[in-house]
């Protein structure tokens, strides 16, 4: 399969709808389940460490049962751009989400591929880091398609389950598609979502039983809470 650059989910421009991406998944007939359920995105963990990595042949799998590969996430942390270029043309991914150190210079070594850029906010300077971090990548001529923002843990680099602030969702800079992650649950997303108003919102933990076994009936809640939110375009 090759890469081209893919259409980025998005809603009309009056629209009042929040996106959903759903992280994490490992099963390939959940995988199907969340995207039936509503799910615009789903995400596919590549990272070793994380409890819910999953390897080339369940990747290929989760793919296959998705049917449209533009709407997976492939989540990476600190690899060589060689690599994530290599498994996002191998399996047609139509993102790949960096959630590690990735320096803005990095991006343009990922040619075409959508790139979605997760920042781990901790305190304003964590804002400002993020600021600049865009500040030069619009320099370099190479800016992210999307940020994302997750809640700080210092021993993971996501799915920790942890809140950003609210004082600091209020602070986020304006972005077209901007994504909010960090311990969403069906029960507070739409609470979020209000505050921050995203272009999306991002989950993993808050639907699952347990690592990378997501529970049905909290991935449909999720999507119903999060649908519910009015923004104004």
């Known amino acids: 399969m090759s890469v081209g650059r893919p259409s980025i989910p998005a809603a009309p421009p009056t629209s009042t709808r929040v996106l959903v991406k759903i992280c994490g998944i490992t099963r390939p007939e959940q995988a199907a389940a969340c995207l039936h359920a509503g799910a615009d995105w789903i995400g596919l963990n590549f ?11 369940q990747a290929e799998a989760l793919v296959e049962a998705v049917g449209d590969a533009a709407r997976v996430v492939g989540v990476f942390v ?5 690599e994530v270029r290599a498994v996002a043309t191998r399996l047609g991914l139509g993102a790949v989400q ?3 150190a990735e320096p803005p210079a990095y991006y343009g070594e990922l040619g075409s591929l959508t790139i979605v850029r997760a920042y781990r906010i901790r305190d304003e300077s964590s804002l400002a ?7 030069e990548s ?20 996501g799915g920790t389950g942890r809140l950003i602030e609210d004082i ?29 108003r995203p272009w999306m919102v991002d989950v993993a933990g808050g639907v699952e039983s347990r690592p990378g076994e997501k529970d049905l009936a909290r991935v449909e809640a999720f999507v119903r809470s999060a649908r519910a939110v009015e923004l104004r375009r």
Not at 138 to 157: H, S, T, W
Not at 176 to 196: D, H, Q, W, Y
């Open 168 to 196: 600091l969702l209020q602070q986020l800079p304006s972005h077209p598609r901007l994504i909010v992650a960090g311990g969403l649950t069906p029960e507070n997303v739409a609470e979020r979502a209000a505050t921050a």
């Open 98 to 100: 960096l959630h590690g």
């Open 129 to 135: 880091a993020l600021r600049a971090d865009l500040e």
């Open 47 to 57: 990272h070793p460490a994380s409890p819910r990595f999953v390897n080339s042949a």
């Open 138 to 157: 619009e320099r370099l001529g190479r800016a992210p398609d999307c940020i994302l923002v997750d809640a700080f843990d210092p021993a993971r680099v």
């Open 78 to 82: 600190d690899r060589p751009a060689s």
